[in-house]
Structures are given as structure tokens and as C-alpha cells.
């Protein structure tokens, strides 16, 4: 959404005072702080509500509600606590929500998704049918779980140097053998994995 600079002030004050009040800013207190007298910020306020970034609600001082997704708070999970893989231990609740942005391993915008199909990496504990969160990435550490193409194939895997201009492409499933790279074949790295998400 384009905004005049004055209006992407307001917004982000809004935004801002939202954050740290739990409620809107009343005309006058947009004004003082941005220093614009009460008429214009009226004037701003219908202008972004003509634009479809805030409604306003007749009969009310703090009326103004955000609209557009990007100022919007970022949807969040509740964390409550600690559950025991092991022991039993107390059970402990937390208030403490998290975004999904902070979920995620990777910014949303600088990542996709990969349907794992096959066995090769269940070791890894990446199953059939999971998604695995991908940094595009065109090189990688040894080590690291890898998108490689060879010669048009691709395929996920531990990636691994194995000498001058080769490389060793590693499952993590003991039933199968490592894919070996050599030229003439072509290695290409699309990207890492940063993450699994699996359903149940």
C-alpha cells in the first residue's frame, strides 16, 4: 500500500502505540506527538481509512483500528512451559508467546518449503512426508543437510567434500549407500535445511 510520508508516520506511531498500550491513540495524541495539529491528523486519518489501512469508529475516542496485515502484530503460539521427554518433571507454565516468524529458522521472505518424499535421511529424523524449511542457499559447510542437483537429479543430503572438484553425498539411512559426485558430473546446491515441520 503507498502511503505520503506524513501517513506512514502516522501509521507506524499507531502501529507503535498499540504495541506498548494495548489500544489506539486518540486524534489529539497523534497530533502532540507528531506535532500536527488535531484537523490534519483528521484529514490523514480519512485519507488512510479511504485507502483501506485503518477504520474509524464513529462515537468513539480510540476508535482507530489498523487494517493493513503490515502493521498488524505478528500472529503468535503460546509458549507455557516445559514438558519431560524423560524424567517427569514439574510442570511449569510460562506465558511467553512466540511469533512464527520466531518459530521458523529462517525469515519467512528469504525461505520455502520441500515435501520430503522417501526414506533417505530418516536418521536424521526427517521422515516421509515432512516439510523441510529451505534457506536458498548455492553453497554449504560439510556437514550440512543440503538440496543437491546432480546432473538434473535432485535429491536431499548430508553433503560432504570428498577431494579435488568431489563430493560425497551422505543419507542418513544405513540400508542405503552415498551418492559420490565426480566430474564430469555437475554438483549444484540449491539450499540448506534450516528446519522440519511435521504433522501428525
Not at 62 to 73: K, Q, V
Not at 107 to 128: C, F, K
Not at 166 to 178: I, K
Amino acid at each position: 500500500m503507498n502511503y505520503t510520508p506524513k501517513q506512514l508516520q502516522i501509521m507506524k506511531f499507531i502501529q507503535d502505540y498499540r504495541r506498548a498500550n494495548g489500544t489506539s491513540p486518540t486524534l489529539e495524541e497523534i497530533g502532540k506527538t507528531l506535532g500536527i495539529h488535531r484537523v490534519t491528523v483528521h484529514q490523514h486519518v480519512g485519507a488512510l481509512v479511504k485507502k483501506g489501512a485503518v477504520q474509524k469508529l464513529a462515537q468513539r475516542s480510540r476508535s482507530i483500528e489498523i487494517l493493513d496485515r503490515e502493521f498488524l502484530p505478528a500472529p503468535t503460539i503460546p509458549l507455557l512451559g516445559r514438558i519431560a521427554a524423560g524424567r517427569p518433571i514439574e510442570a511449569i507454565e510460562e506465558a511467553d508467546p512466540l511469533t512464527i516468524e520466531e518459530l521458523l529458522p529462517v525469515t519467512p521472505g528469504n525461505s520455502y518449503l520441500l515435501r520430503v518424499s522417501g526414506q533417505s535421511m530418516i536418521e536424521d529424523h526427517i521422515a516421509d512426508g515432512d516439510l523441510v524449511v529451505i534457506e536458498p542457499r548455492n553453497a554449504a559447510r560439510d556437514g550440512e543437510i543440503v538440496v543437491a542437483v546432480v546432473d538434473g537429479d535432485a535429491t536431499l543430503k548430508r553433503l560432504y567434500r570428498d577431494g579435488p572438484d568431489a563430493w560425497r553425498l551422505q543419507p542418513a539411512n544405513a540400508s542405503m549407500a552415498p551418492i559420490f559426485v565426480r566430474p564430469p558430473q555437475k554438483l549444484e546446491i540449491r539450499g540448506v535445511v534450516r528446519g522440519v515441520i511435521r504433522r501428525y
